[in-house]
């Protein structure tokens, strides 16, 4: 159905190609992809906090196009379809999320196409989710049928209330279903279209903003559908549920009193967790434990296995956190993880004292107050800030000034680069000869 949806969404084309302008700048579109400087300082100015225009138009990143997918037809889980994407840039040199860096390629719309027609299909081939997405009181008569459907899933889809125009376009669509599907049931064969074309549409692909009246303040005011999916894609990562699609068609969103009370709804919701999960996960870039390796020499029990369960055990250590109401002070000082018997061995704790693992595998354990506290002296952050046969105090160092408390160190002097830890007894000897008094790097590090 590739000449279908060309025919469908040649003018979203347009749209989408308007789609890039921010409040405050109406010329400039979304930038290209970020540096992948894993280090690089995020989100940090002189003053410590980086303030941006705001797109009205931003792209919904790949994982939030998946839970959207996810919401909007009450799916058991992801379709993973958004695997074989173009990729996100990593906007700001660590999340994926970031408005400014995110586009539509050529390649990726493509993507989007693709993916608009395989949803539209399992959709409807399947009837227990057809019937998700087709209430069973729709008026009777094929007509009013259509018009109920378009006007209630429309709203889902979009995010907001279609109006006039956009409910005939869409109508249209569906009434062309029985000649692209003869042998459906012609209702389904009208849905089965208009998803191919909904879910190519920009106000789907993007969280579009459309207000546009300026206020004595110079400011735009939101209306309450925008501020619902600002705040769902802020906090779940995804499309607002049927309570705040509910309070913003009541207008309770349009006080102070009602957006907390809807902001204290969904962080207690376990989408929550996972939306700060993500962002630790980009933040910390743990994704990059996997695959450590070590010297078979010096560790000969450390495999890809290891690194993986050192990865998990990171997740899990931000999860619980999260689950317990903590927040920074505790990631910097838990010493609350969990463990697999071989990470337990590292911690030096006797395997045989581990309670009933969870369903991964991993235990409960409270760590040595005297060795550990935190997220920096988790087994999977001190090995991967260090070489093959030693830790590296330096790059741990620079992780923390740049991914922790927000400094940007600039970059190493040229007569730095290829400087290797040397064989001194301890770890300060190893720094203190390469950045010392009378080194190349005293120029650096003496003023600290």
Known sequence: MRTLSILLVGCSLVALAACTGTIGDGNDGPGGPGSDDDDSCVGCTESGIQVVASSRFPRLSHAQWENTIVDLFGLAAPT???SSFAPDPLGGKAFDNNEASLSVSTNLWGDYQAAAEEVA???????????????????????????????????????????????????????????????????????????????????????AQLSSEVGANHLITLTSYEI???????????????????????GRLDTIEGLEAEVDRLLASDKAHET????????????????????????????????????????????????????????LTSRTTFVTPELATIYGIDPATLTAPDADGFSRVELDPTQRSGFLTLSGF??????????????????????????????PPDEAAGA????????????????????????CHGQY
């Open 80 to 82: 993973d379809l958004s």
């Open 121 to 207: 299909t399992m959709v409807t081939a399947d009837p227990a989710l057809l019937a998700k997405i087709v209430p069973s009181d729709l008026p009777s008569d094929p007509t009013a049928r259509r018009d109920a459907w378009i006007a209630t899933f429309g709203k889902r889809a979009f995010r907001r209330p279609l109006d006039e125009s956009e409910a005939a376009t869409i109508a249209s669509h569906f009434d062309s279903g029985a000649t692209h599907y003869p042998t459906m049931d012609p209702f389904t064969a009208g849905v089965r279209v208009s998803l191919e074309y909904l879910l190519q549409s920009p106000h789907f692909i993007y969280r």
């Open 382 to 411: 001190l090995a991967w800030k260090g070489t093959e046969t030693q830790p590296d105090t330096i790059l741990r160092g620079v992780f923390v000034n740049r991914r922790v408390i927000c400094q940007d160190l600039g970059d």
């Open 420 to 443: 290797q830890l040397g064989d001194e007894t301890t770890n300060r000897e190893k720094v203190n000869a390469l950045t010392g008094p009378g080194t190349c790097g005293a120029s």
């Open 228 to 250: 619902a999916s600002r705040l769902s894609y802020a906090v779940w990562d995804s499309m607002p549920d049927d309570l705040l699609f509910e309070a913003a068609e009541a």
């Open 276 to 331: 700060f999960r993500r962002f630790y996960d980009q933040l910390w870039t743990i994704d990059q434990y996997a695959g450590l390796s070590k010297s078979t020499t010096l560790y000969p029990d450390f495999d890809p296995v290891i690194a993986d369960a050192m990865q998990t055990e990171v997740n899990k250590f931000v999860a619980n956190v999260i689950e317990q109401g903590g927040g920074v002070r505790e990631l």
